[in-house]
């Protein structure tokens, strides 16, 4: 089983819609999450950082972590156009390496 | 910006030749990375340095040889590369082994 697995997608929505993007992961040290948002031929910006379970939100964007599930999902409202990349989820124990997903690309049409 | 810079942004290089990738940040960050990104693949962590010490080399090939002269730079030094190297390579730092800041990437083409 891999460590971490999101599904790459790709995904397509209209404009305005809501997104769900997940990542389910299989070691139980997981403490800090993480969410980058990669444009392409870009490098990735962190979007959201989450530690333990629980949610966060920051303007149209909303983190959720489920520890007892291992399961970890952004959620992007009203969705934008420029919204449009691939998103990554990352995490770690607390020691330096992180580890990410394959990432989800996302498009949002007009 | 994210405060990491990378140069250069893109270089095409042949397989006999060397070069040499650079990074720096401004953030004031004690810890710096090398990742590599494929197409379709995870992105995959090369090397990891904590106050300019190596802490992580994760079986990455000889040819691929880093240099962290104090905590603001980082280098990645290439030589006799394949192919297979020709990726998105990217650099990043973090102030206490948590969330990562990501600079632009070079795009590297071996012929």
């Known amino acids: 089983q891999k460590e971490v697995e999101q599904d790459p997608g790709p995904l397509s929505v209209p404009e305005g819609a809501i997104v769900s993007l997940n990542c389910t992961y299989s070691?139980?040290?997981?403490?800090?999450f993480m969410w980058y948002r990669q444009y392409s031929r870009k490098g990735p910006e962190l979007l959201m950082y989450?530690?333990?379970?629980g949610n966060k939100e920051d303007g149209r964007f909303t983190a959720q972590v489920d520890k007892s599930s291992k399961y970890i999902s952004l959620f992007i409202r009203d969705s934008q156009p420029s919204d449009s990349a691939t998103y990554l989820c990352?995490?770690?124990?607390?020691?330096?390496?992180?580890?990410f997903g394959k990432g989800t690309k996302l498009t949002v049409n007009p | 910006e994210t405060g990491v810079t990378q140069t250069p942004r893109h270089l095409v290089m042949g397989m006999t030749n060397k070069k040499s990738l650079k990074c720096e940040q401004h953030l004031g960050h004690n810890a710096m990375y090398w990742y590599k990104q494929s197409a379709k693949k995870p992105l995959e962590l090369m090397f990891v340095?904590?106050?300019?010490?190596?802490?992580e080399n994760n079986s990455v090939p000889s040819r691929f040889s880093p240099e962290c002269p104090n905590s603001s730079h980082l280098f990645l030094h290439l030589h006799t590369l394949q192919p297979e190297d020709s990726a998105l390579y990217l650099c990043?730092?973090?102030?206490?082994?948590?969330?990562?800041?990501f600079g632009p990437g070079t795009r590297l083409t071996v012929l």
């Open positions: 989450t530690y333990s379970s």
């Open positions: 070691n139980s040290a997981f403490q800090y």
């Open positions: 990043a730092s973090s102030p206490a082994a948590k969330e990562q800041f």
């Open positions: 340095y904590n106050f300019k010490e190596q802490t």
């Open positions: 990352a995490m770690s124990g607390g020691s330096e390496k992180l580890v």
